[in-house]
């Protein structure tokens, strides 16, 4: 019996030494899991924040060429009332699984500014279906949409530790007389 106390002391070091060293994978394996879940839910929220944007992107770009046809926006290829209808219903048809998915993973930060800014892009649209011909209101609309879409952007930066992008907009020409 005192050869196995004699060892004694050594079994139960190889035991302690495996329970540690079971415990040590067992806390990486959690905490590789945990960072690779934290990408894969950051990249598909970059993923629906892109989607969104785009689908309000496409709204944006068909009122700015029905403002053309009015007279209150330097589009070069404007769209009459009859032709933009059709296309912003699709738009908006399209952009509606995006807001849902931003609703589900985007953050709070995130949806709001989302939401400010979606209620400026109706706003233009309602601008455009009372058929008003005035491009000084029309540019001070231009401008906060402007500046929804930056706060957006900005939001979207701040929840996934982006670096910060180009804030200077970009300038449009005016329009050429006679073209």
Same mark, same amino acid.
């Given at each position: 019996?005192?050869?196995?106390?004699?060892?004694?002391?050594?079994?139960?070091?190889?035991?302690?030494?495996?329970?540690?060293?079971?415990?040590?994978?067992?806390?990486?394996?959690?905490?590789?899991?945990?960072?690779?879940?934290?990408?894969?839910?950051?990249?598909?929220?970059?993923?629906?924040?892109?989607?969104?944007?785009?689908?309000?992107?496409?709204?944006?770009?068909?009122?700015?060429?029905?403002?053309?046809?009015?007279?209150?926006?330097?589009?070069?290829?404007?769209?009459?009332?009859? +032709?933009?209808?059709?296309?912003?219903?699709?738009?908006?048809?399209?952009?509606?699984?995006?807001?849902?998915?931003?609703?589900?993973?985007?953050?709070?930060?995130?949806?709001?500014?989302?939401?400010?800014?979606?209620?400026?892009?109706?706003?233009?649209?309602?601008?455009?279906?009372?058929?008003?011909?005035?491009?000084?209101?029309?540019?001070?609309?231009?401008?906060?949409?402007?500046?929804?879409? +930056?706060?957006?952007?900005?939001?979207?930066?701040?929840?996934?530790?982006?670096?910060?992008?180009?804030?200077?907009?970009?300038?449009?020409?005016?329009?050429?007389?006679?073209?």
């Amino acid at each position: 019996m005192s050869a196995f106390i004699q060892q004694l002391p050594a079994l139960i070091g190889v035991v302690i030494g495996a329970l540690g060293s079971y415990l040590a994978i067992v806390r990486g394996d959690r905490a590789r899991f945990r960072r690779e879940r934290a990408v894969r839910w950051e990249e598909r929220r970059l993923a629906v924040y892109a989607d969104y944007a785009q689908c309000l992107k496409k709204t944006i770009t068909l009122t700015y060429r029905a403002a053309a046809h009015l007279g209150n926006d330097p589009h070069p290829h404007p769209l009459s009332a009859e +032709e933009a209808a059709p296309l912003l219903a699709e738009a908006a048809d399209a952009g509606d699984p995006a807001g849902e998915a931003l609703l589900l993973l985007g953050t709070p930060a995130v949806v709001a500014k989302a939401r400010a800014w979606v209620v400026i892009v109706m706003d233009m649209e309602r601008f455009l279906n009372e058929g008003t011909r005035d491009p000084e209101a029309w540019q001070a609309l231009l401008e906060r949409q402007r500046l929804g879409r +930056e706060a957006y952007y900005s939001a979207v930066r701040d929840d996934l530790a982006l670096p910060s992008g180009n804030p200077a907009p970009w300038q449009v020409p005016p329009p050429r007389p006679g073209i």
